[in-house]
């Protein structure tokens, strides 16, 4: 490996070389030089006499990293994009495991951090701007409403009591406004092991419902699902796109989608007001 690549070519080798600390015998001096003098990476000594010192990458070359990303350059070893995943260079066994892992971290954190990053974004952006956003991304409706929820927990009560992401759901949900009591569920939640089922249901009754004391209920009307969460995306969404008035100038074809979407709920509610009519 040489330093007669160009800026960009070096920088990347830099990068990937130095994804974590990389000791000093592992990089070619002459990228390693280069590397220093852009200032890119850093040579930590070492703290034991006789111990090997290591580079490090620099806030700066973090810096370079995003603009390489942005400009469509390969960084590191994978690449994210719509169709998968795609690995630019052979992976060890231990990055093997770390990108697996982390996949499924994202997997289980995914309405936690999205919650927290549309927050950020209302503060820093405005509303408006945001549910702009949602819209043209096209993101599901349950989706932005089950991470609003959880955005409504304290991310540092949530961290204090790692509970699931239904279980900080079901708190946003049911006190929007109110920390206190958040972290009083929160508590019980951790201390009786509850279930985010049996944390609703506990707090409904006011009471702890152990997860054995729903089995034992099983069939006594404790099954029945119940829609209170299907206006709220409707509504959001008929907000967003600025209310009937709005619809009804959208060309036909736009209407007719929208009405073949809503035309099996319309035609339910219907036919249970026909039944309660005639009660």
Known sequence: MT???DPKTRTLLLLDACRVRCAHSDIDSALAQWGVKEGLIRLVNPTQPGAEGFYHLTAYALEQSILLRDA????LSLEITQHGLRITRDLSQDEWRTTVMRLRQAKEAYHTCLGDLLDYGRQHFGGKYVDEQIQ?????????THAESIARVPRLLRETFKLTSEH????GLKFPQDNTSQELWAARSAEHKLSPLALKRS???GEIITDT??????????????LQGMTLPFTRWANQVGGIDAVKAWDE???AAVLQELTPIVDFALALRETIQDE
């Open 72 to 75: 469509g350059s390969p960084l």
């Open 213 to 226: 004391a729903l089995l034992q209920q099983t069939g006594h009307g404790s099954g029945i699902p119940v």
């Open 253 to 255: 074809g736009k209407r």
């Open 3 to 5: 330093p007669d690549h």
């Open 203 to 205: 707090i409904e009754r």
């Open 168 to 171: 900080y759901y079901i708190l």
């Open 136 to 144: 043209q991304l096209e993101f599901p409706f349950e989706d932005i």
